[in-house]
């Protein structure tokens, strides 16, 4: 068991910018006691469109960021960083570190019957072919599609999660994996479980849809309980239980954030993410 002040400690969690916060909301249910902060990279998303060596040096300088903030362990809540950098992340730091794309794959293998997964997401999480590695892992007969939906951002980021227009692109892009009859289907994107219906009105109720997010909070806890690092009960009142910092455009994320998150956040900090 580790010291009590080690335990009292937050999860950082981090993501290009507000997609990740459908990862916390899953963090905050299933680990109510535990304080976290949270960092997007509002000045720097999107991430999906950009290189490898970029999205790993983003990423490098969000966990020197955390580990200012004295967390515990870091939940890399963004599959086009988890895709790119987790291994460059896992050297850099001694942390406990987890991703959401191998609990993603894991939830695919052990939903699928037929056989046949479909995963969306970024061009750079999609192009990686990181999901089908992980599958492959587990269990190599699967057959694993992926497309990628680079317009499902911005869609989101709109605000348009039941609209018309998300209607008709997501038909166009989801057309290929109906016909081959997937019956699994991974939101390979932190932003997607908020489009959830859209997706599952078209996919039809034979697909079932994988949100990562559920399968990464399980085995966030289990990382703690392990590591002796779960926090000891709730924290006191008037402590800061969740703090939210972004690279830009502090109050869009605030307003964005309170429509994700349940819990009245009344600031977020704007920080020189370069800097670190
Ligand atoms: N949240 C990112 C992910 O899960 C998508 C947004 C972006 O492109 O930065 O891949």
Redesign the pocket.
Known sequence: MELLENREKPIGVF???V??LTVMREIMRQLPDEKIVYFGDTAR????SKSRETVVRYSEQIVRFLQTQQVKAIVVA???ASAYALEALEEKTELPIIDVVKPGAKTAVETTKNGRVGVI??EG?VGSGIYSSYIHQIDPKVQVTGKACPLF?PLVEEGLWEDPVTDEIASRYLAELIDIGIDTLVLG???YPLIRKTVGKIMGEGVTLVNPAYETAVELKELLSQQGLLSPGAPALGENRYRFYVSDAAEKFKRFANSIIKYGILSAKTIPIEEY
């Open positions: 993501d290009s910018g997609g990740g998303v999107p991430y999906g963004c599959n086009t997401g970024t999480t951002v994107c932190t932003h």
